[in-house]
Each structure stands twice: as C-alpha cells, then as structure tokens.
C-alpha cells in the first residue's frame, strides 16, 4: 500500500529568519521509498542516499544502505560497502545528493551525532521520525536539512507527482 | 610512481579542490606525513591522539587497493609505488 502523506511545504518563512532559499526536490517514489524503509527498519534506523548526477542537485538514484550499527540510535553504512557505493557513484559522474536517516524515538531534526559526523557538504541531510507509527501506517515526520561546519539549516522539501507508469499502478 | 590518494568532498578544502593527489611513504603513517608536507592541515583531519599514541580517527575511512587499513595493520599498513589509497569520512550519526 502506498504512502499517499504528500508534504509541500509552502514559502512559509520561519518568522524572525530570513526566508529559507533550499529546497529539496523528491519524486513522490523516492520519497515513499525512504518512508518504506524507515519504517521496515523501524525500531532500528534506517539509512541510505538518492544519488544524482554531479552538481545536478537531482536526487534521482535510491540506494538504500544497511545500517550496520543495527541500533535504535545510531546509525553507520558498513565500511565495505561505503567504499562499493562512492566507487559506484564515482563511475557514474554522481554524488549523494541526498543522506537520509530514521530516527525512531525522537523528532526528525539532526542529533548532535549528526551535525558532527556530517561530512557531505553539498547533501541534503534527510530526516525521517518513526516514533509516532513505527512499522505501522501513518504520516511520519518527513525534513530535510543542510549541514555545513557544524549549522543546521533547514530547508523546504517539495515531492513532485510520481510518474506516469506508477499512476498506472493499481 | 607514486601513491594515488583519492580526497573526499569535505577535505578537498586541503588540495584545492583535487579529487585526488599524490603522495608518498612506504606506510600509511608515512604517507600521511608526506601528504601533510604538502597539504597542511590535512594530517589533523585523518588522526588524532589515543591514550598518548596516533591513531586513525573513529570515523574515518581509509582503504588501500579497496582493503579498509583498518584489517591490515591500520597506520602501519604497508604501501607500495602504484597503491591506490581512498579516503572516505565514515556516513553515520545517531
């Protein structure tokens, strides 16, 4: 069954912050996909990229990871397959245009965890909160973010229709 | 010869945005020596103090010819002429 949430966010600006100019852009497909995961993985986190073309800033290529600390609160792609997986991106002209992570009891905001070990500077940092519905249906809490030198910004996420061979889809 | 050293995105602020750059050493340690030599600022970034000794840092990554040191002796892993090595931050978080 498909994840119908369809969260798009307005140009609602945080009042007292100048309007936040990111924006990440997901096909509805990869957005359920992350939400699929997260929840599957659920009570554990889940994580993964959506790889894209080079300076594109189009997530266009899913690649869920295990996560091999297999902990309710941390998570960390094995070393092994790091390495396949930037060795793969590397061949393709791509880079992870987006890091996603679950987190299972807290809100979907970056842990101090996270702001220290981000490492990709040109990634958008995506958050997903199992806590209210676990493996279960329901909305999850869905935010994206930029973590540049220790910063958090958050940022707009705008799902885009799937596409048209899914809307065939029964 | 020398020894390929892929840089990642964040530590390319080091190399002046080379993806990758040469070095050499006859072991990692050695190779992260002469790497700092000529990229300042770069060794601080891949090691740190343990307990009074240097060792990698916990969520670095480091591969030669896509082993991870980690299973091949770590900094005193053995280099040749020719070794490719990739350096890559660890992608985790809590």
């Known amino acids: 069954m498909a994840v119908t949430l369809c969260r798009e966010t307005g140009a609602s600006a945080i009042e007292g912050l100048p309007t936040l100019v990111g924006v990440l852009t997901l096909a509805q497909e990869t957005y359920d996909a992350i939400v699929a995961h997260a929840k599957r993985d659920h009570p554990d986190e889940a994580c993964g990229v959506?790889?894209?073309?080079?300076?594109?800033?189009?997530?266009?290529?899913f690649v869920p990871m295990v996560n091999a600390a297999g902990s309710p609160t941390f998570y960390e792609f094995d070393s092994t397959e790091l390495l396949a997986l930037y060795k793969d991106m590397d061949a393709r002209d791509e880079?992870?245009?987006?890091?996603?992570?679950?987190?299972?009891?807290?809100?979907?905001y970056p842990s101090r965890t996270d702001i220290g070990l981000a490492s990709e500077p040109?990634?958008?940092?995506?958050?997903?909160?199992?806590?209210?519905?676990?493996?279960?249906?329901?909305?999850?809490?869905?935010?994206?973010?930029?973590?540049?030198?220790?910063?958090?910004?958050?940022?707009?996420v705008t799902i885009t229709p799937?596409?048209?061979?899914?809307e065939s889809t029964p | 010869m020398a020894i390929?050293?892929?840089?990642?995105?964040?530590?390319?602020?080091?190399?002046?945005?080379a993806k990758s750059v040469?070095?050499?050493g006859g072991s990692l340690s050695e190779?992260?020596?002469?790497?700092?030599?000529?990229?300042?600022?770069?060794?601080?970034?891949?090691v740190e103090d343990k307990d009074g000794s240097v060792d990698l840092r916990r969520f670095v990554n480091v591969y030669v010819n896509d082993e991870d040191v980690r299973f091949i002796g770590g900094l005193e892993a053995p280099l040749s002429d020719g070794d490719q090595v990739v350096v890559l931050p660890a992608v985790a978080g809590g």
Do not use: C, M, Q
């Open chain 1, 50 to 61: 959506v790889a894209g073309p080079e300076g594109s800033d189009r997530a266009e290529r």
């Open chain 1, 95 to 108: 880079e992870p245009v987006v890091v996603y992570h679950s987190h299972t009891a807290t809100e979907a």
């Open chain 1, 122 to 156: 040109h990634a958008h940092y995506v958050l997903v909160s199992t806590r209210e519905h676990g493996n279960s249906d329901g909305p999850v809490e869905f935010r994206s973010y930029r973590i540049i030198d220790g910063v958090v910004t958050e940022e707009e």
């Open chain 1, 162 to 166: 799937a596409s048209s061979t899914e």
């Open chain 2, 4 to 17: 390929e050293v892929r840089i990642p995105t964040i530590l390319r602020t080091y190399t002046d945005g």
């Open chain 2, 22 to 24: 040469e070095g050499t």
């Open chain 2, 31 to 46: 190779l992260i020596d002469d790497l700092e030599g000529n990229h300042p600022g770069i060794k601080g970034r891949l």
